[in-house]
């Protein structure tokens, strides 16, 4: 899963921000609060505090597989 991330600002206030999971893969949440309240009967404000852990191995071992397949691919094809 890839995650991406879009905000936009006006005057130094966000006016849109998106947010789609990209590392799921490597990132473990520890812990996670969040607190919302009414800024006006339009808005809404999300204050979220996250504490993760960020474990490479996993690329590591997926970079390492892909490599694999691509040299027994080539093997397979040299063989031909």
Do not use: G, P, W
């Not at 490479?56 to 094809?77: G, M, P, Q, W, Y």
């Amino acid at each position: 899963m890839e995650q991406f991330s879009y905000s936009k600002t006006k005057n130094l206030s966000l006016t849109n921000d998106e947010v789609t999971t990209v590392a799921a893969k490597i990132v473990k949440v520890l812990s996670a609060s969040y607190d919302v309240s009414a800024v006006s009967d339009s808005e809404i404000k999300v204050v979220v505090n996250l504490t993760v852990q960020i474990d490479t191995d996993s690329i590591n071992e997926d970079i390492f597989l892909l490599k694999l397949r691509a040299h027994v691919c080539r093997l397979l094809l040299a063989s031909e």
